[in-house]
């Protein structure tokens, strides 16, 4: 079992629409979680961290759920500029100090 | 403006002959590290620092070295590269309090 799981998507949807992507850990050590947005082979840039509480930045949301180990990201009335690939980041600081990615979520939004 | 510097931006090389790519980042960041970024694999981690003079291995490190004699500075070491290596390279940095990753613009290496 890969250790972040996504699903790789395409999503396909139209402007306006709500979408939301999942994504699994395994390890129960994980302690910080994040969102990142990837366009088309640029570098990845930090869309949210993840709290505990959940938290929200204008129309995205984001949730942890430390009991069955994923993290969700929702994103409301989708922009055509919300098209690019979704990241799931976990960090493991127990012993080591390791971050790791899910391979990613592909969004496309359709005018 | 804060960020995270990496050169050469592109690099095409031959099995075997040495490359450095260099990473340096202006924020004072504790942390650094390099991933590489494959289809189907998403990004992998190749080496992070935690400060300068510590350094340990991520998920694939092997074939790569890294030194870390200045806090600003991260190069990654390929002392033989193969076939194998051909790939999107990106360097990033982070404050160990918010754990907020900074990526540089990646480096894409071909080798032959």
């Known amino acids: 079992r890969k250790e972040v799981e996504q699903d790789p998507g395409p999503f396909n949807v139209p402007e306006g629409a709500t979408v939301a992507f999942n994504c699994t850990y395994s390890n129960s050590a994980s302690q910080s979680f994040f969102w990142y947005r990837q366009d088309c082979r640029k570098e990845p840039k930090l869309l949210m961290s993840v709290y505990s509480s959940g938290n929200e930045d204008g129309r995205f949301t984001a949730q942890l759920n430390r009991a069955s180990q994923y993290i969700s990201l929702l994103i409301r009335d989708s922009k055509l500029s919300d098209s690019a690939t979704y990241l799931c980041?976990?960090?493991?600081?127990?012993?080591?100090?390791?971050?790791?990615f899910g391979t990613g979520t592909r969004l496309k939004v359709l005018a | 403006e804060a960020q995270v510097t990496q050169n050469p931006r592109y690099l095409i090389t031959v099995t075997g002959k040495k490359l450095t790519v260099t990473c340096s980042q202006n924020?004072?960041?504790?942390?650094m590290s390099w991933y590489r970024q494959d289809p189907g694999l998403g990004l992998r981690q190749i080496y992070y620092?935690?400060?300068?003079?510590?350094?340990d291995k991520g998920d694939v490190p092997e074939g790569y070295k890294v030194s870390r004699k200045e806090k600003r500075n991260f190069p990654l070491i390929l002392e033989s590269p193969s076939p194998n290596q051909t790939s999107l390279y990106f360097c990033?940095?982070?404050?160990?309090?918010?754990?907020?990753?900074?990526f540089g613009p990646g480096t894409r290496l071909l080798v032959l």
């Open positions: 990033a940095s982070s404050s160990t309090l918010t754990g907020t990753q900074y």
């Open positions: 980041v976990v960090n493991i600081p127990s012993g080591t100090y390791k971050y790791i």
């Open positions: 620092s935690m400060n300068v003079e510590v350094t």
């Open positions: 924020m004072n960041h504790e942390y």
